[in-house]
């Protein structure tokens, strides 16, 4: 089954989007990497001396070693201090650098449109937050510092090989075309590695992550064997990605080892040649030998980071695909005229080319109650969510007050619409924060009516640190009728003028049941309603009625209309009236 992952980043924006991020901070990023670039100079000056002193030796002329070995000294230390300071320098850098790349992230993966992320699967997302932006951080901090210092370092060393004598740069020029050729090689086939790698991560994470969320679903209908079976094939799958980056890194690994030892025999051995022929002198081959050894250390950060910059670039390629995600809400500036809720010719489809509704017209109007009923998989829940703007209609339009739900800023629109279910988080936090998740700017005195609204206040008064108790996981419990009470004293702070209720979802621990119900009826007291009746006598109260047939608007009128009129209503009504 080709699952359908959210976009990942091409080339381009990854490359666009590190040059901005390389570059936002020049004046931080030029401090480190002029501290580099001091210390490299600095941890020049010892193959110099060692070659002159090689030199004056070989010519006999009086030598002060003493002095020599104090100058290297002084050389390493002054040396040491500088990276000392450039390492905290860039690390600086990267944190300030991470912080903000997590910030921005965090804040992408909470404008994602809620449809998206269903049809996504949560795997992808989890992987991408959890183990991409692991692997990117990894990159930051170590990889982009460690290469734009090995890049400093080797164009210095470079420089100086050259200023002792240009004929010596020549033989080590021999290990360019290896390593070139080899990692070349390797970079072109690791970016779609490692992708291929994180996504079959994704899947692996995806799979287990259901198997344990429908743990009791897979118990009852014996899936296990299928379950199992299931994780075998991705775990082959991840393996297989794995091997072959792997693979990879074989190859190019003991290239790049041979490519780093054979420059420093030759330029020893062909320098030595050159000195025969007078062509250099004998210091200029020891430093030149020193320098092309220097280099070593530098290249091999170079190429080993660059492996993980790959890792970091598919990392940000997914991290930072999830902002290609097409927006479906698209706030204007218009504001509503009016509470009535209209819906014209929606269509919906959870999968393209399967409609589950079928051109839906339905005008509520403000004050009015309206049950839903219909057969289970009619399309009443899904109705339900497209009226209060949880998702846009594929075509057709819901709109209140004549501006369309997907026009409305999300805290606009809960101002007006919102779903009532039975998914009531309390996030770990004060009770307050829990509630004012619903009305940011309001005070405690707002906060304390909106909680005696709803008949919780009498238990929230007697909370050990009233409003400031931490409520949540690992906070103080509450029991799972009084987080259903904070989910409906946030209604009331969020006040929006109409409320879709899913009965389905709100069935309620029996013995809160009663106290629960009272509480509901002062939420939904004044409002517009709109109930997806399960139990007929919903129906029975409201003031008119929508049978929900097949993704289609069946018959609608009151109660008492629908039962004249003998319809599916007026049969479900007996059948159910019969029972009774
Ligand atoms: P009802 O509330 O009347 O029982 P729903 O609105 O839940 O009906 O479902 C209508 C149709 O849409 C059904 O065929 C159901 O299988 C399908 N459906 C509901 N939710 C989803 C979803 N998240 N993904 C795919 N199909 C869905």
Request: aromatic share 6%; hydrophobic share 45%.
């Amino acid at each position: 089954m080709a699952r359908q992952i959210l976009p990942v980043a091409d080339r381009a924006q990854v490359r666009s989007y590190a040059r901005r991020l390389v570059l936002k901070y020049p004046r931080e990023l030029g401090t480190a990497l002029g501290l580099h670039g001091l210390a490299a100079v600095s941890g020049l000056a010892a193959p110099r001396l060692l070659g002159d002193l090689v030199q004056d030796v070989r010519t006999q002329a009086a030598v002060d070693v003493a002095g020599v070995a104090l100058a290297i000294g002084a050389f390493m230390v002054v040396q040491s201090v500088l990276i000392g300071c450039a390492v905290y320098a860039s690390s600086r850098l990267g944190e300030k650098v991470l912080a903000e790349l997590r910030e921005e992230f965090v804040d992408q993966v909470l404008a994602l449109p809620l449809s998206t992320v269903e049809s996504a699967g949560s795997g992808d997302l989890i992987t991408r937050t959890s183990r991409d932006a692991d692997a990117l951080s990894r990159s930051v901090r170590h990889a982009v510092p460690e290469t734009l210092i090995a890049v400093v370092t080797g164009v210095f060393v470079v420089g100086a090989l050259i200023l002792n004598g240009p004929l010596l740069v020549l033989p080590g020029l021999i290990a360019v075309p290896l390593l070139w050729f080899s990692t070349r090689w390797y970079l072109s086939r690791a970016r779609d590695g490692y992708l291929r790698e994180n996504a079959a991560y994704a899947d692996m994470t995806e799979g287990l992550a259901e198997t344990v969320e429908g743990a009791r679903t897979v118990e009852a209908l014996g899936l296990a064997a299928r379950r199992h079976a299931r994780t075998d094939r991705d775990i082959a799958t991840s393996w297989r990605a794995e091997r072959y980056t792997l693979g990879l890194r074989t190859v190019w690994f003991p290239s790049v080892e041979i490519g780093y030892v054979i420059p420093v025999v030759t330029t020893l051995f062909v320098g030595g040649l050159f000195y025969i022929e007078d062509w250099v002198t004998i210091a200029q081959v020891t430093t030149a030998t020193l320098y092309v050894q220097q280099l070593i250390d530098p290249l091999d950060r170079l190429l080993s980071w660059m492996d993980e910059l790959q890792v970091g670039g598919a990392a940000m390629a997914r991290l930072l695909g999830v902002a290609d995600v097409p927006d479906d809400r698209v706030a204007g500036s218009a504001r509503p005229d009016g509470e009535d809720l209209a819906a014209a010719d929606v269509r919906y489809a959870y999968r393209e080319g399967h409609d589950v509704l079928h051109g839906v017209d339905l005008t509520v109007a403000p004050g009015e109650r309206l049950a839903m009923v219909g057969p289970s998989g009619a399309g009443k829940s899904t109705l339900g969510r497209l009226l209060a703007g949880i998702h846009g209609p594929r075509t057709g339009e819901v709109a209140v007050g004549g501006v369309p739900l997907v026009d409305l800023p999300l805290g606009d629109l809960r101002g007006h619409v919102a779903l009532v279910t039975q998914e009531h988080h309390v996030f770990r936090g004060t009770l307050r924060d829990n509630l004012l998740i619903a009305r940011p700017d309001a005070d405690d005195e707002r906060i304390i009516e909106a909680l005696r609204a709803v008949d919780a206040w009498e238990w929230a008064e007697g909370l050990p640190d009233g409003l400031d108790t931490v409520v949540g996981s690992n906070g103080a419990a509450v029991s799972p009728a009084q987080a259903q009470q904070i989910a409906l004293a946030r209604l009331v702070l969020a006040d929006p003028h109409t409320l879709v209720l899913d009965e389905a979802t709100s069935l309620i621990d029996p013995r809160a049941a009663r106290h629960l119900e009272r509480s509901l009826a002062a939420v939904l007291h004044g409002r517009t309603v709109i109930a997806i009746a399960h139990r007929l006598y919903t129906a029975h109260d409201a003031d008119r009625v929508a049978v929900v047939e097949d993704g289609r608007i069946s018959e609608l009128g009151s109660h008492d209309d629908l039962v004249a009129e003998g319809g599916s209503y007026a049969a479900l009504w007996d059948s159910w009236h019969g029972v009774r």
